[in-house]
């Protein structure tokens, strides 16, 4: 070891030089060190001196910590000069270390990926945050009701789970502040309160304005639900549908009046253009919230005359897929006019869900994996389909074109080429109606209802589709034409490229052009499979292993947390299932 020699004292093993030595810079691992001078630095309270060793009690302690860093902090800990670069290095490492945070293309990486799951629908971030700050807030400073403090009026309907009046405020029983509207929930009830809540604090313009929803107790018979909201309107879809004047009668509401148009295809177009529109806003808001209606039809579509657009009611099916409330796997709650073909919003393989942060932690990685919400965009797709053609409008034409679907195995274009020929004239008018602007209405109907849940587009994919994009009547840009091909480009449906290929096989040995010839089938017969599989498909398989992996380990832990459930304390404002 090299030392640095001295005329007075030593330090483990290390002596230095006096201020009167002739050699003010020592060398310590072949390179040269300047030490303070020793006396300078260094204050003597007492000296002892014995036969084995010399002991220095210094006066400072600040002073030796500084000497000691010099000595082997200064200088990079020691290590041998094979292992580091001496002269940068050791001056690099006397700096002092910076407090800012380094950037790392890994780290980017991560943290980017981080946020994008946290805020990935349904939304975890904003799940947490609605659940333990807002759903709490809104629990304290609510109003306080009860039923003697209104006054009910006209029952407005009644469906399957209760009754809805028009009432008022006992107080204020004429004015506007008063002018409400009360359900009586059968079914349900507390979870109708939740999601009427939730929608509130996340996307108020897709549902009817909720104020307050309350358990009214009595003595002599068990607790009613009872839920409010400011009176909107009236008119449902289903009411305005039902009018032979339909859409006209909804132009003036909608869009205003003094439309310089005739009656006719282009002038309904737009309306119900207008109308469609209007509905997947909606649908958007509520997905993107993490809620599936579960039951959209024109029953539960009102109109606000305040806001003057189509609004979503009636949430008693609903399931918020964020903290899985009113979610059972196997069971479903629809109306079969407008249900989906699968009947469940998520596989019957889905676990239950476990308990809310859990829920909410785990809901992106369900949502992907099911797409829950292209239920809701089948049944918005049949009432597009409804609103274009009149004669499906009624419940038996509607029942019956849902056996006829379900015959050409839930595709439209092979109903339509099983129906057109021999159609009537409403029929017809509303296949020239959808084929209006090159066809984009047909295209957006069919991309809604398919029967594959994956297969369908998503609201907000809708609402992003060329048939919303023209302004009044005139013609497709450029622009929007380029989006519409690569909107066909990104949905086409490969089934007719088979079908065409089946088709020239067919027509083999045949004196029809572009039929194989029986050398060209013999020479397809001995094409012989790869050995090795293709990237595409060893990504593929690789893909639904994975998944089936997560479903598996999903399921196995949110089972054993079913089994360690307890009541915690945010279970006093979330509701669980009756």
């Not at 060793?53 to 002073?63: C, E, I, L, P």
């Not at 304290?140 to 009026?153: I, N």
């Not at 060893?538 to 399921?555: D, M, Y």
């Amino acid at each position: 070891m090299a030392t640095v020699s001295t005329s007075g004292v030593g330090l483990g093993g290390v002596k230095f030089h006096s201020p009167k030595s002739p050699k003010p810079f020592s060398s310590f691992l072949g390179k040269k060190l300047k030490l303070r001078p020793f006396t300078e630095s260094v204050q003597f309270r007492k000296l002892y001196t014995s036969r084995s060793q010399k002991f220095a009690v210094f006066a400072s302690a600040g002073d030796f910590v500084g000497f000691v860093h010099d000595v082997f902090l200064g200088v990079g800990v020691g290590l041998p000069c094979t292992v580091m670069e001496c002269g940068d290095i050791i001056y690099r490492s006397t700096l002092p270390r910076s407090n800012g945070i380094t950037l790392t293309v890994p780290g980017v990486i991560l943290a980017l990926g981080t946020l994008s799951y946290l805020w990935a629908t349904p939304g975890v971030a904003p799940g947490f945050f609605d659940m333990f700050v807002l759903a709490f807030v809104e629990r304290v400073f609510r109003p306080t009701f009860k039923k003697d403090d209104f006054v009910l009026g006209k029952k407005l309907g009644e469906g399957s789970f209760g009754a809805v009046y028009r009432a008022s405020l006992a107080k204020k029983p004429n004015s506007k502040d008063g002018d409400l509207v009360l359900k009586k929930a059968t079914e349900y009830g507390a979870v109708e309160i939740w999601m009427n809540e939730r929608v509130r604090r996340a996307c108020a313009s897709s549902c009817a304005d909720f104020i307050y929803g309350f358990l009214e107790s009595s003595a002599k018979k068990s607790g009613e639900y009872w839920l409010i909201w400011r009176f909107e309107g009236e008119a449902t879809l289903a009411d305005l549908m039902q009018s032979k004047e339909f859409p006209y009668n909804v132009e003036a509401l909608i869009l205003g009046k003094g439309r310089d148009l005739p009656k006719g295809l282009e002038r309904e177009n737009r309306i119900i253009q207008t109308i469609m529109r209007q509905l997947l806003f909606a649908l958007d808001g509520l997905h993107s919230t993490g809620i599936v209606h579960r039951d959209i039809k024109p029953q539960n579509i009102i109109f606000s005359e305040g806001s003057q657009t189509f609004k979503i009611i009636d949430l008693g099916a609903a399931a918020d897929l964020r903290v899985g409330i009113n979610y059972i796997p196997n069971e479903f709650l629809l109306d079969p006019r407008y249900a989906a073909p699968e009947q469940y919003i998520m596989s019957t393989q889905t676990p239950s869900a476990p308990s809310a942060p859990v829920a909410t932690a785990l809901s992106p990685v369900l949502w992907q994996l099911n797409l829950p919400d292209r239920f809701d965009i089948y049944s918005a797709g049949l009432m597009f389909l409804q609103m274009a053609f009149p004669g499906l409008r009624s419940d038996s034409s509607l029942i019956q074109f849902n056996r006829q679907l379900k015959r050409c195995d839930y595709d439209l274009v092979a109903w339509r080429n099983t129906v057109e020929p021999r159609a009537s004239a409403d029929l017809r008018r509303g296949f020239e109606l959808l084929d209006l602007d090159g066809g984009i209405g047909w295209e957006l109907l069919t991309s809604m209802v398919r029967y594959k849940a994956r297969q369908r587009i998503s609201a907000k994919g809708a609402l992003a589709h060329p048939y919303f994009d023209r302004e009044g009547l005139l013609a497709l840009s450029f622009m929007q034409n380029l989006r519409l091909q690569l909107f066909r480009a990104t949905q086409q449906d490969y089934s007719e490229a088979a079908k065409w290929i089946i088709q020239l096989m067919a027509k083999s040995g045949t004196e029809q052009d572009g039929g194989f010839t029986e050398a060209q089938l013999q020479e397809l017969r001995n094409i012989e499979p790869k050995k090795k599989s293709s990237a595409q498909r060893n990504a593929l398989a690789s893909a639904l292993k994975l998944q089936r992996k997560i479903i598996r380990t999903i399921n196995e832990s949110v089972d054993e947390l079913n089994r360690r459930r307890k009541s915690l304390w945010w279970s006093r404002w979330i509701p669980r299932e009756e």
